[in-house]
């Protein structure tokens, strides 16, 4: 096979100037490292290695780090710490085949989940030592059991509705996967252990990954401290289905002069679980009428997403009698997907929200049009280089009330 090698040193020319930003911490630097590293293997890598890296690699890798999760083996490697440990030794930890686990380690090193030390030993990478982590551990058990069955059940579903969108949130490929007519939140809520691994896991996902409250994200104090009134309302900002508390609990940590209270709002088998003194933590189901008034932000993160248009403009509609105009401030964290070239990140959560929910991300353009027929105008869209998410500021659209 000829080699156009044009294209390979074209990519190895901006891996070095990225390398060099790096270097500088610029943001946006390691992101931008990982896509040309991407860029570099598919560029490289031939036809018969790509089928066989998405046929067999990476799903043996899923599933032996699944059962590895069972095994508890990414703690015994914790443990181990510098030293490592053997694949003897972890089959006996573990009450399991020697032969099976050794074989299992060896795919994992070969995959750059573990470190082979020396012949049948392992110590843990950075990334097995978060796998360690009960909220990393979590992520893993529900996107192979729930997530990872819908991905396997989306062709055949295609095949079977002749290629339609799905659009409905009782019948899509996470029901034929799971035979079940409960939307995956119901879903959820019925199978407690995959309840705990979801929220567990929505803790941890964006780890690491600039967030909204970050220095040159979405500038907290200007649009929110400043301005803040207390004859309005003591309460600055509410999270409405903000999980266990997770962005509350980081905006208190950043900004520790907020000047009002703090609310978490979410389903009751959420909320029972949450215990933070950074936030009051209260049920509330967000189809219906938002009981706090005049706070200064209502809050929503990456629950747009999760719901068809209709339901989108429910939720939002809830909001606005709470809302005082020209003060109150709806804030959106959501995926706003580029126009072109989105990047897979973006992309696959996608496809997360079209085999779990029968949803999508949305585009600007889709989400102007959902916000004005809820009666709210998008103000600015906060942005950071490389980030996955942005944050929406909207307002009432007084013209609606
Ligand atoms: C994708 S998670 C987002 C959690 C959190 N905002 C975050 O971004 O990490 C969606 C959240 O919406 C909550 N939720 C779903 N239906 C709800 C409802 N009817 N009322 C309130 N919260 C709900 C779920 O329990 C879950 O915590």
Same mark, same amino acid.
């Given at each position: 096979m000829t080699q156009d090698t044009s294209q390979v040193e074209a990519i190895l020319s901006q891996l070095q100037t990225a390398g060099a930003s790096y270097k500088e911490n610029t943001p946006g630097a390691r992101e931008k490292l990982m896509s040309l590293s991407h860029d570099l293997i598919s560029s490289l890598e031939l036809p018969s290695e790509a089928i066989m890296r998405m046929g067999w690699a990476e799903p043996a890798r899923a599933a032996n780090c699944r059962t590895a999760v069972d095994l508890n083996i990414f703690e015994h490697l914790k443990q181990s710490g510098e030293a490592g440990i053997t694949a003897k030794e972890l089959a006996a930890k573990c009450s399991a085949d020697e032969v099976l686990i050794s074989r299992t380690m060896r795919h994992l090193a070969a995959m750059n989940?573990?470190?082979?030390? &020396?012949?049948n030993t392992y110590s843990a990478t950075p990334l097995a030592e978060a796998l360690s982590e009960s909220r990393y551990r979590d992520g893993i058990l529900f996107l192979y059991d729930v997530a990872g069955v819908s991905f396997r059940h989306l062709p055949e579903y295609l095949k079977n509705t002749g290629y339609k969108l799905p659009t409905s949130v009782t019948d899509g490929p996470f029901q034929a996967a799971?035979?079940?007519?409960?939307s995956a939140f119901a879903w959820l809520d019925k199978t407690p252990p995959y309840l705990q691994a979801f929220n567990n896991y929505m803790s941890a996902y964006r780890f690491g990954k600039p967030s909204w409250? #970050?220095?040159?994200?979405? /500038?907290v104090s200007d649009?929110?401290?400043?301005?803040?009134? &207390? #004859?309005? &309302? #003591?309460?600055?900002?509410v999270d409405v289905?903000?999980?266990?508390?997770h962005d509350l609990h980081e905006l208190k940590a950043k900004? /520790? $002069?907020?000047?009002g209270k703090l609310i978490l709002q979410d389903r009751p088998a959420v909320i029972s679980t949450v215990s933070d003194d950074s936030f009051e933590a209260v049920s509330h #189901?967000?189809?219906?009428? $938002? /009981?706090?008034?005049?706070?200064r932000a209502y809050y929503l993160h &990456?629950?747009?997403?999760?719901?068809?248009d209709d339901d989108c403009i429910k939720i939002l509609q809830q909001l606005k009698p709470a809302m005082k105009p020209g003060y109150s401030r709806l804030l959106l964290n959501e995926i706003v997907v580029?126009?072109?070239?989105?990047t897979w990140p973006i992309t696959s959560m996608d496809q997360l929200m079209l085999v779990l929910a029968a949803i999508q991300e949305r585009t600007e353009a889709h989400l102007t049009e959902l916000l004005k027929k809820a009666g709210f105008n998008i103000v600015k869209i906060y942005s950071y280089e490389f980030g996955q998410e942005s944050l929406v500021e909207a307002e009432l659209d007084v013209t609606t009330l």
């Open positions: 989940v573990v470190s082979e030390k &020396s012949e799971h035979k079940t007519e409960l409250v #970050d220095p040159g994200f979405y /500038p649009r929110l401290i400043e301005g803040f009134n &207390s #004859d309005y &309302s #003591d309460v600055f900002l289905g903000g999980g266990k508390g900004y /520790p $002069q907020i000047p #189901d967000f189809f219906t009428a $938002q /009981p706090i008034k005049h706070a &990456s629950i747009l997403h999760n719901w068809g580029p126009r072109q070239n989105p």
